[in-house]
């Protein structure tokens, strides 16, 4: 069965530009039938929506060549390499590194984003008897419970208090939802254990006997090693005293910190994306010997976005196709949901749900992008069925997070920092996709019973 999915993915999966272009004609043709939209309607949302990720993607860009940065920095890569020798054998070292990564991205899905693949190198450096593909797949596996995690966007959403949580939802959610009803709640916690459980296992499993694919140490290491030589050259000019100033470093890096402790402990605010960007920088500026090296080691990451900067437009043009709606009045996401809508009962529901978001995650794969296709139809609906709003909103969350294992667009980063390709990992994340689902429907159906 791995061998199977394994050789499947790397026969089938193009690389994912390709992929994601495929998908564009893909929604594109499923949306002029079923949507009645002629071409020049579905070319004009794909163009309309194709700047929509801009902010998003250099988000994500920030967080790869900071994350890859702070890695960079000298006592950040001895204290990895000290985690990296704990594990005793390969088995062990993929199990490490799935619970590593899984906590990290439940805690924060850009923390864990990048903390588990650059554990999963230091691992490679020091253990040759691992395969390097099915590492990284592990590290990457972990993301799949980002989504039931205290950065979750659709459970925060839904406990934001404000008028536009009923607009958003069709008027279906006028008061909040608590997180002790989403992401605290026992089901959900339950859930997401069975699932860090369950790809720690399989992925342990999986682990080949022999036929392992190990990488060249300079591979490993050329992309880490920080350039310090100017921090031995001699001082001659007043620039090169500002560029060798430990003191530019640690008042920048302390502007940073001030400004999180106001946002987050001042007003209660939630760790997002940008903060994580922000503790980021700070910590690379204060552990990198000065700010030329810190510039050196970021010039050096910066090579690992290109995938990002390309192909995070193309997906917000498939979003544009997927949300669009045209003269009809209707469009393909509303379709979708209508469609789970339909054959469903209290009972089955939540299931239907989710699988409804899993499905339109390959097209958007966006929690914000499902909040705005799914929350209008699918609270209403739930309502309607008596199902309980913490649990359509986690149905949705888990469907968004589930079919990552199969999408590029969220491994990019990932495969940046490892150096392999989608087709390298994503016959393992097959595995662990069916593991996962048998688990998360298994959850949903109990929590709605």
Request: proline share 5%; with cysteine.
């Amino acid at each position: 069965m791995i061998k199977f999915c394994v050789r499947l993915v790397q026969r089938w999966l193009p690389e994912p530009f390709i992929f994601a272009i495929l998908l564009t004609f893909l929604a594109a043709v499923v949306a002029m039938p079923l949507c009645d939209q002629s071409p020049l309607e579905v070319v004009e949302h794909w163009g309309g929506g194709i700047w929509n990720l801009l902010a998003f993607a250099m988000q994500m860009a920030l967080v790869l060549v900071c994350g890859s940065t702070l890695a960079a920095a000298p006592i950040v890569k001895r204290a990895i390499a000290a985690m990296a020798r704990v594990p005793q054998s390969a088995p062990s070292a993929i199990a490490l590194v799935t619970v590593v990564s899984a906590l990290a991205c439940w805690l924060n899905w850009g923390f864990g984003l990048i903390v588990g693949v650059v554990f999963a190198k230091a691992i490679a450096r020091q253990r040759r008897d691992v395969d390097y593909r099915l590492l990284i797949a592990s590290a990457y596996s972990g993301f799949v419970v980002w989504h039931a995690g205290l950065s979750g966007s659709i459970p925060l959403t839904m406990a934001t208090p404000g008028e536009s949580l009923a607009m958003a939802t069709d008027g279906a959610l006028t008061d909040p939802v608590p997180l002790a009803q989403t992401i605290f709640d026992w089901h959900n916690l339950v859930t997401v254990l069975l699932v860090i459980i369950g790809i720690t296992v399989a992925n342990t499993l999986m682990h080949p006997k022999q036929g392992i694919l190990t990488i060249d140490p300079a591979l490993l290491n050329n992309d880490d090693d920080n350039n310090t030589a100017t921090a031995s050259a001699p001082i001659k000019t007043p620039a090169q005293r500002l560029e060798q100033s430990k003191l530019l470093s640690w008042l920048v890096a302390l502007m940073l910190v001030v400004y999180l402790v106001i946002h987050l402990a001042v007003r209660g605010a939630g760790l997002d994306l940008g903060g994580v960007i922000m503790i980021f920088l700070a910590l690379g500026l204060v552990l990198h010997s000065t700010p030329v090296d810190y510039v050196h080691a970021f010039g050096k990451a910066t090579t690992g976005a290109a995938g990002i900067i390309l192909q995070f437009p193309f997906y917000a043009g498939i979003m544009g196709i997927v949300t669009g709606v045209g003269v009809s009045g209707i469009s393909l996401g509303g379709v979708m949901a209508e469609a789970c809508i339909r054959i469903s009962n209290p009972v089955t529901y939540p299931l239907l749900t989710f699988l409804c978001a899993a499905v339109l995650n390959l097209f958007v794969p966006s929690g914000g992008g499902h909040w705005a296709v799914q929350a209008p139809v699918m609270f209403t609906a739930g309502a309607n069925l008596g199902v309980d709003p913490g649990l359509t909103g986690m149905a949705i969350s888990w469907g968004d997070a589930w079919t990552n294992l199969i999408q590029p667009f969220w491994a990019l980063p990932a495969l940046a920092i490892a150096r392999l390709d989608a087709k390298d990992i994503m016959g393992y994340c097959l595995i662990d996709l069916l593991v996962t689902g048998v688990i998360i429907c298994g959850g949903l159906l109990a929590w709605a019973m």
